[in-house]
C-alpha cells in the first residue's frame, strides 16, 4: 500500500467524516499504521487477534463501542453516517479487516477516549511516546524508537 495514497484517500476522508481531523491527529493515525503493519498486514502475523493496518485487537474495538461510543451518541452518529452503518447495534471487529475507512476511525477513537492531548504532528518522539502509552501499552512488544523509524520511512 502507498502511504500517501492511504493518507489522503483514507485516512484524511475518515476522520473529517466524523469531525476529528486534525494535521496532528492524522500524523498520529498514519505513524499507528507506520508502526503497526507497515502498511501491509490486515491480520495479526503469528495467528493473533488483532485486525487491519492498525492491529486493532477485538476487544479493543468492541471496548470502544461499549464503554466510549455508546455514552456519546454525537460521535456514534457520525462514526455510523461514515461507514454507512444503521442505528442497531455495532458494526463486527472483522469490518476492520476489509473497511480501510472504518479502521482508521477507530484507530483515532482509540486515542480520542483517553484525555491526552495531541501531540504535534512535528514531533515524532511524542507521537511514539502516546503511542505506546495509549495504543501498544506498556506491556506491548513496540518500542517508540520502532515507531519513529517506521513513521518517518512514510513521513
Not at 88 to 113: F, K, T, V
Request: glycine share 8%.
Amino acid at each position: 500500500m502507498d502511504a500517501r495514497q492511504f493518507r489522503i484517500d483514507v485516512v484524511r476522508p475518515a476522520l473529517k467524516a466524523v469531525e476529528l481531523h486534525s494535521g496532528d491527529a492524522e500524523a498520529l493515525v498514519m505513524g499507528t499504521a507506520a508502526q503497526e503493519s507497515h502498511f501491509e498486514y490486515v491480520r495479526q502475523l503469528g495467528g493473533g487477534p488483532a485486525l487491519s493496518f492498525f492491529q486493532m485487537e477485538p476487544a479493543t474495538h468492541d471496548d470502544i463501542w461499549e464503554n466510549y461510543l455508546r455514552f456519546r451518541p454525537q460521535i456514534s452518529g457520525l462514526v455510523r453516517t461514515a461507514i454507512d452503518y444503521g442505528n442497531e447495534g455495532r458494526p463486527s471487529a472483522e469490518r476492520l479487516l476489509w473497511d480501510m475507512r472504518y479502521s482508521a476511525i477507530m484507530c483515532r477513537l482509540q486515542y480520542r477516549r483517553f484525555p491526552d492531548l495531541l501531540p504535534s504532528e512535528h514531533d515524532i518522539w511524542a507521537m511514539a511516546a502516546l503511542w505506546k502509552r495509549r495504543y501498544n501499552t506498556q506491556g506491548g512488544a513496540g518500542t517508540e524508537q520502532e515507531f519513529v523509524d517506521n513513521y518517518r520511512r512514510v513521513k
